[in-house]
């Protein structure tokens, strides 16, 4: 299986193989067009389920020698709220404690449930904490986490902008960035996760995975396309679906081993731990990571090539290279090429590297002789007894 994988990544990498993500954009976007819109729609409906450090509460915790099964309904009829599914929250912490979310209780009243759960888990009084916590700090967290966002994106816009000379990678970039957002919030929203402050945490650390991932894209994207540029054989999106090609196959491993420990971290949270930071933080970043790299492979680089679709350097480049490819074609009796879409064909992929003059890349790109001759043998010296 492993073999196989490799060979496949190799002919990927080569050419021999292709996968049309860029001709098939449209239904890539048309996807992610749809759970956009089921992400908006849910964040709409149903809103998010904020943590009490942001809408402001009580908290109790019960500290038990043994939890019983029964926990959420002897806790809710403790504080009174057997029927009330939305305003308390019930949750195992760990093993041993329990924890209880409520609204705004006063001194008095928070004296009184804490009395009554002290009761109803046959536990000391002093087993049982009382924590008020006030909306306003939730308020000042959200109010810096949008900031950070702010100053982030503008960073992004600049850097992108700076180190590939082109500005509508940057915008590429930020269309993933925003897609992976949304979708990353719309799911939250949906399945009724909380939002905590680890939570606002894990979403600025998915945004700098996304970006990560895909300036490694468009790093392979930018070396492709001016090779394209200089020799005329491939055109423009040929030249960045290869790209993507090339590095699908480390983005994925990349992906599958961030995600592992992540995956371990979220199972030994949920499972033996309970609600928590740690399982906030580790689910915010698995989802995030999923969708950061389906961006980077599906999204970030088919917008560019749309982006750059109408350039005069671009057509003038389709032309040539399509040009190129119908030799190569006609030579080989193979079908001619008639969109620029398209992956490179075989005969024009097999021709290009026959044509290479030793040691070029794909591309065409020469390297140096010092470079491909392997590492250089040291003269041997004359042992000291022979001197």
Sequence with gaps: M??????????????????PVVA??????????????????????????LGLEFRGGSEFRIATGSTPSDYEQTARQAVGAAEDASGV???????????????????????QVRGELAQAFGVPEENVSATFIGPSWGASVSGQALRALLIFLVAVVIMLSIYFRN???????????????????????????????????????????SLYDTVVVFDKVR???????ANGRMTFAQAANLAVNQTMVRSINTTVIGL?????VLAVGSVFLGPGVLVDLSLVLFVGILVGAYSSIFIATPVLVSLRRNEEKVVDLEKRALRHQTKKAKDAGEAVPTSGDAAAPAASVAAGQVDRVEGATLTGRTVHEYARSGPRNQPRRTPKSKR
């Design 2 to 19: 492993s073999t196989s994988f490799s060979d496949f990544g190799n002919d990927l990498y080569t050419g021999k193989r292709s996968i």
């Design 24 to 49: 098939k954009r449209r239904s890539f976007y048309l996807g992610s067009l749809v759970l956009i819109v089921v992400a908006v729609l849910g964040l709409t409906v149903q809103g998010l389920n």
């Design 223 to 229: 070396e492709n396309t001016n090779e394209a540029f």
């Design 167 to 209: 500005w509508k990678m940057a915008a590429a970039s930020l269309v993933a960035l925003v897609h992976d957002l949304v979708i990353t919030v719309g799911i939250y929203s949906l399945s009724g996760f909380e939002i905590s402050p680890a939570t606002m945490i894990g979403f600025l650390t998915v945004l700098g995975y």
């Design 89 to 111: 929250n019930v949750t195992l912490v760990g093993t041993n404690t329990v924890r209880v979310q409520t609204e705004k209780l006063t001194d008095t009243d928070s004296q």
């Design 260 to 264: 592992l420990p992540i995956a371990a």
